[in-house]
């Protein structure tokens, strides 16, 4: 049969839905003290040299990526001798004005958790001080109404039930097993209120079928994407801010109906972190 000038021949093309971007608001840590001295997950090798001009150059782009998408980006004061403060994601959890305290797992950065803490008090945050051990955004990830919950390097699973009754909201457990994917926000991105992308092969057997039947349609990243930390990323419903080596994440994005922005922070990887790590949503 041939095509007349009537046939609507697009209605073949799957429809690429239309993303709705939301200003986000949320706390950065400038790298001035950045650099890796002890080992506290497999990226980490202080035999390696740092740079830190260079992981200030390279935060301060995305930085002016978020400002150049109109967030309202807040500052906290870096710390001498805490290196790791740049992953602002582990400094707490913050829903509803209360901020969620981060206690940390490892001795190196435990003062960071006051540090956040003051932070939050001296900004008109209701602090809620924690008793479990949790990292924050680390672990901790709002998808919709729901919270997606780590657990297995860094989170106590007990931190999951403590939250949910501070945010009130359902918090859904999920197991890490791969010690590189050892924060939840280095295995899923959330991507909107209903859509996620993972890594499957970081979590075990029963969590891994709770993502499956929750996001029968998330986006499953490749190995190598994931590998690059490129799942660490940070979306306002429509930009996606990714590592600029998640090549093949840039084009799932793309063809979903998100506009993927690459950028390079090669240097922050040295500590295993990246773009999510950096970045804390503050949700008034
Ligand atoms: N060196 C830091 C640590 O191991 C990196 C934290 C990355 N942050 C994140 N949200 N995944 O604790």
Request: aromatic share 10%.
């Amino acid at each position: 049969m041939s095509i007349n000038s009537a046939t609507p021949v697009l209605a073949e093309e799957p429809a690429v839905p239309v993303r709705i971007a939301t200003k986000r608001t949320i706390l950065m840590c400038k790298p001035q003290f950045f650099t890796v001295v002890y080992r506290i997950n497999p990226w980490m090798d202080p035999a390696l040299p740092t740079d830190t001009s260079l992981a200030v150059k390279q935060w301060q782009t995305l930085y002016d990526a978020y400002i150049g998408l109109g967030f309202d980006v807040h500052l906290i004061d870096p710390i001498d001798g805490l290196p790791d403060m740049v992953y602002a994601a582990n400094g707490g959890f913050v829903i509803d004005n209360q901020a969620y305290g981060a206690k940390f797992t490892h001795v190196q950065r435990q003062p960071e958790g006051p540090a956040y803490m003051d932070w939050f008090g001296a900004n008109g945050f209701d602090v809620r001080v924690p008793v479990e051990t949790n990292e924050g955004e680390g672990d901790f990830l709002l998808v919709g109404d729901v919270i997606l919950a780590g657990t297995g390097f860094r989170s106590d699973s007990n931190s999951h039930a403590e939250l949910s009754n501070i945010a009130g909201r359902p918090v859904i457990t999920l197991r890490l097993i791969n010690p590189s994917f050892y924060h939840l926000d280095t295995a899923v991105a959330v991507l909107d209120d209903t859509n996620i992308a993972y890594l499957p092969s970081a979590f075990d057997a029963p969590s891994l079928a709770i993502l499956q039947e929750r996001y029968p349609d998330a986006i499953i990243v490749t190995e190598e994407d994931a590998s690059i930390l490129g799942l660490n990323s940070y979306s306002d419903g429509y930009n996606v801010v990714i590592a600029a080596r998640a090549k093949d994440f840039e084009r799932q994005l793309r063809a979903r109906g998100y506009n993927p922005i690459g950028v390079d922070l090669s240097e922050l990887l040295l500590g295993g972190g990246g773009v999510k790590c950096c970045t804390l949503e503050l949700r008034r």
